[in-house]
């Protein structure tokens, strides 16, 4: 079958340097909705074939459906009002810092093409909470639900980290559904050491004690990372019940190169940063089931990381993901993959 992203588009894209073209398709996107007419094609393109509804209740939140964009794909929240017309039910927007962020040097966003996987070492680059939150403020109204996904920035020390996650919260809670705290990225340094108890929880609890003064809380969600061992798994999932975290959102991207097809040359010549897509499929996969046995049933599990085609996220599902995020898999897939993993759902009824 004809695919016009994998024959024409992914090839154009794939020979721009990676940030350059993810620019380019986000401008596309964000033009598409201003052209009269356009929006009501995009739409028809990119809905399911197979219609039926998938909206469920989650946090006390409805969604239009339980597909996702990943946080880091919209960092500055500009593609909000042209998602709902590719499939999605909802999106992370970020991350967030409480003051804009240029970001680390480019290039910083590479492909892996044989390995179907992705390696950014970006930074939290991004406008910074004010800008962002006047930008969601004009919003057009639509069912897509929005996570503010927030984080701390770069020169901030680590003992004062809870106050700009504080901040973030203050500052977006009129503008988004529910907020994810980012402590898993590598590319900020010192930050993946937030994950130890004391400062997981003056964070946590720094946040839930703002969220507890809103006349209807947020739903909190917190990131993790693939490259947790069991033991910090446990503890992260003891602290997230005892404060009230509404969930899990698992995973962010890994520092490990395994499985990768790449020669080690090609390799090495990226360098550092977190890798996604493909090749931590099975770390992934791994780590939801590890974490859902820990959970049980007291905490809601999002599910992130490998999730590049419809049989992947099915798999997450099954495995007890109330929901899935996308980004790699768009890279190497992409806008059609939200509408094709929806038609797998609607043929999957004991699913969803």
């Known amino acids: 079958m004809f695919n016009p992203y ?34 009501n094609v995009i739409k028809g393109i990119f809905s399911p074939q197979n219609v039926k509804d998938l909206s469920f209740e989650m946090a006390g939140l409805t969604f239009k459906n339980p597909i996702g964009l990943a946080a880091g794909f919209d960092k500055n929240a500009e593609l909000v009002d042209t998602l709902p017309l590719l499939g999605f039910g909802f999106a992370e927007i970020g991350t967030v810092t409480p003051r804009p962020q240029i970001g680390n040097p480019r290039p910083r966003l590479f492909r892996l093409p044989k390995s179907e996987g992705v390696v950014n070492r970006m ?30 920035n770069k020169d901030t020390p680590n003992e004062k980290a809870h106050e700009d996650y504080s901040a973030c919260f203050q500052c977006l809670q009129p503008y988004v559904d529910y907020f994810t705290i980012n402590i ?13 108890k004391e400062s997981l929880l003056r964070i946590l609890e720094s946040v839930q004690n703002e969220n507890q003064k809103l006349q209807k809380a947020k739903p909190i969600f917190l990131k993790i990372s693939p490259d947790m061992q069991e033991g910090q798994l446990e503890t992260v999932v ?4 005892s404060l009230k975290i509404s969930g899990i959102v698992s995973n962010n991207t890994s520092i490990s190169r395994q499985n990768l097809l790449e020669s080690n040359a ?49 798999d997450r599902f099954s495995a007890g993901a109330k929901a899935v995020q996308l980004y790699s898999g768009l890279v190497y897939e992409g806008p059609g993959l939200p509408s094709a993993i929806l038609n797998a759902l609607a043929m999957k009824p004991e699913i969803s």
């Open 6 to 39: 994998k024959q024409i588009a992914k090839q154009l894209l794939f020979s721009m340097e990676a940030e350059q073209a993810h620019y380019l398709s986000a401008a596309l996107l964000r033009i598409s909705v201003q052209i009269p007419g356009l929006n």
């Open 123 to 152: 930074g939290f680059n991004n406008d910074g909470m004010h800008q962002i939150a006047k930008r969601l403020s004009k919003r057009k109204k639509s069912e897509l639900v929005i996570g503010g996904n927030i984080g701390k």
């Open 238 to 241: 003891e602290i997230c019940k």
């Open 184 to 196: 898993s990225s590598p590319n900020t340094p010192g930050l993946r050491q937030l994950i130890e």
């Open 266 to 314: 090609e390799i090495e010549a990226i360098g550092a940063g977190g890798l996604s897509g493909k090749p931590i499929k099975s770390r992934s996969a791994e780590l939801f089931s590890i974490l859902k046995a820990l959970c049980k049933n007291d905490l809601l599990l999002m599910a992130s990381g490998g999730i590049m085609n419809p049989e992947d996220a099915l």
